[in-house]
């Protein structure tokens, strides 16, 4: 077993052999630490484990907001 997962295990995983496909579809199914290496895909095998274990979720950040309060409305 290897520290990320293979081409094949991708492809099956995905459907697809494009690697971009590839990459939009795992970060549609939650797997924000996909990225593009030299040789396509680069999943970590924990990373897809804790996903698919459901331990793991995307970090989430709260929207800043902009404090407009100094501004005087149109007129």
Request: aromatic share 6%.
């Given at each position: 077993?290897t520290?990320?997962l293979s081409?094949?295990?991708?492809i ?6 494009l ?11 939650g797997f924000?630490?996909a990225?593009?290496?030299r040789?396509g ?7 897809y484990?804790?996903i698919?274990g ?11 907001v902009?404090n ?7 007129t």
């Amino acid at each position: 077993m290897t520290i990320v997962l293979s081409n094949e295990e991708i492809i099956q995983l995905t459907g697809y052999r494009l690697a971009t496909m590839q990459l939009d579809r795992l970060r549609k199914d939650g797997f924000y630490r996909a990225r593009m290496g030299r040789r396509g895909v680069v999943l970590e095998r924990s990373h897809y484990l804790a996903i698919t274990g459901g331990q793991d979720v995307a970090p989430t950040t709260q929207r800043k907001v902009a404090n407009l309060s100094h501004l005087r409305p149109a007129t």
